[in-house]
C-alpha cells in the first residue's frame, strides 16, 4: 500500500512540474519587407497567427520588425546566414543572387496551379542551395503597373522618364527606353516629391497606405506580372523543426494561398477605383497598345531570365507559361 501510495504521490509530482514548466517553444525569428501595417502583409500574419496556434505552444514565429529593422535589401543575406529564421520578402530584392534574374513575377499560374506543375518542388531545390527552404508565396491575385506624374497617350512616350525600379520590372523600363532608378519602398514618396523619380512601378496594392496618390498623378492602366513575395526559412532552422511542426506549416501555406488569392484580387480592384478617387488619373492605351506593352513586358523579362540563367530559364519559362 505504501508503494502504490509513493508512485501516486511520484506521478502527481510530475504532473505538477510539466504544468509549472511546459514544453520552451521554437522560436522562429522572422522579418518583412514592408512594414507590419502594411495592407500586402495581410495573409501572411493570418498564416502566422495560424502556425502560433495550432502548434499548441511548440512553435512560435515572432516578428522582429520590418525594412527598419533590416533593409529590405538585406534580408534575403540575412536568412541565409541564419541572422534571421524566415523573411517574407519580394523576389526581385534577391532574385539575381539566386538565378541570375529575378523571374517569379512572370508566372502565368496561381500557386495552386505551381504546385500541381511540380514548380514549388524545383523552388526548392533551387533555394536549398542558398541554405533556404522555400515555404510559398501567401499573396496572390494582384499585379504590377507603372505610376507616373507625366501624362502619356501611348506607352512609347515613357522613354526618357525616370521610374523608381526593383528587378521585377527593370529589364521591362528598359526596354521602354526609360531610365530605372532602384529604389526600396520607404525612399519613394520622397524621391517623388522631389522629383527625383517622375513615375514608379509597383503592385497595385499599397499606394495609398504609402501615400503615393498625394505625389503622383496617373496610373498606366495595362496590368502586368503577378505578385512575387515569398516565405523563405533558414534551412538549418528548417531541419530543426519536428517533421510534425514542418507538414503542419506546408499544409497552412497552401490553404492560405487558396484562401487569400480571391481576397486579394478584390483588394486590388478596390484600391484601384480608391485611387482614382484621391485624384489619380488612369491612363489608357488603344486595345493594339495594350496589346504591345503587355507583350513586351513579359517578353523584357523572360528575355532577362534566358539571357542570365540560360540552363534553367528554359525550364522555367517552360513550366511558368503554359
Given at each position: ?44 500574419w493570418a498564416f502566422a497567427e495560424e502556425v502560433n496556434k495550432k502548434s499548441n505552444g511548440e512553435l512560435v514565429i515572432k516578428f522582429m520588425g520590418g525594412p ?42 496561381s500557386p495552386l496551379e505551381e504546385r500541381k506543375a511540380g514548380y514549388n518542388d524545383l523552388r526548392v531545390e533551387i533555394l536549398k ?194
Amino acid at each position: 500500500m505504501k508503494k502504490i501510495l509513493l508512485c501516486l504521490l511520484a506521478v502527481m509530482m510530475i504532473h505538477l512540474w510539466v504544468g509549472v514548466h511546459p514544453v520552451q517553444a521554437r522560436e522562429i525569428k522572422m522579418v518583412t519587407f514592408l512594414p507590419k501595417d502594411d495592407i500586402n502583409l495581410t495573409a501572411w500574419w493570418a498564416f502566422a497567427e495560424e502556425v502560433n496556434k495550432k502548434s499548441n505552444g511548440e512553435l512560435v514565429i515572432k516578428f522582429m520588425g520590418g525594412p527598419e529593422a533590416i533593409p529590405s535589401f538585406k534580408q534575403f543575406e540575412a536568412v541565409r546566414t541564419g541572422v534571421v529564421d524566415m523573411i517574407f520578402s519580394a523576389e526581385s530584392y534577391y532574385g539575381g543572387a539566386v538565378t541570375g534574374a529575378a523571374y517569379t513575377h512572370l508566372s502565368r499560374l496561381s500557386p495552386l496551379e505551381e504546385r500541381k506543375a511540380g514548380y514549388n518542388d524545383l523552388r526548392v531545390e533551387i533555394l536549398k542551395k542558398q541554405n533556404l527552404f522555400y515555404l510559398g508565396r501567401p499573396v496572390y491575385g494582384t499585379w504590377f503597373q507603372i505610376f507616373t506624374n507625366k501624362p502619356i497617350k501611348r506607352p512609347q512616350e515613357i522613354k526618357g522618364q525616370k521610374i523608381r525600379t526593383s528587378a521585377t520590372y527593370e529589364p521591362f523600363i528598359k526596354t521602354l527606353g526609360a531610365v530605372p532608378i532602384t529604389l526600396p519602398g520607404s525612399e519613394v514618396y520622397t524621391a517623388l516629391e522631389r522629383g527625383v523619380v517622375d513615375g514608379y512601378a509597383w503592385a497595385v496594392i499599397g499606394n495609398i497606405s504609402m501615400g503615393w496618390s498625394e505625389v503622383c498623378k496617373n496610373i498606366i492602366e495595362p496590368r502586368i506580372y503577378s505578385m512575387n513575395v515569398e516565405a523563405l526559412v533558414n534551412l538549418d532552422t528548417w531541419n530543426k523543426i519536428p517533421k510534425n511542426l514542418q507538414k503542419m506549416m506546408e499544409d497552412l501555406m497552401a490553404e492560405n494561398e487558396a484562401k487569400y488569392t480571391k481576397f486579394f484580387a478584390e483588394l486590388g480592384e478596390k484600391e484601384l477605383q480608391a485611387m482614382q478617387a484621391k485624384g489619380m488619373k488612369l491612363i489608357k492605351f488603344t486595345p493594339e497598345d495594350t496589346k504591345w506593352f503587355v507583350d513586351l513586358a513579359y517578353k523584357a523579362g523572360w528575355d532577362e531570365v534566358l539571357n542570365k540563367a540560360p540552363e534553367l530559364g528554359p525550364k522555367l519559362k517552360k513550366i511558368l507559361s503554359p
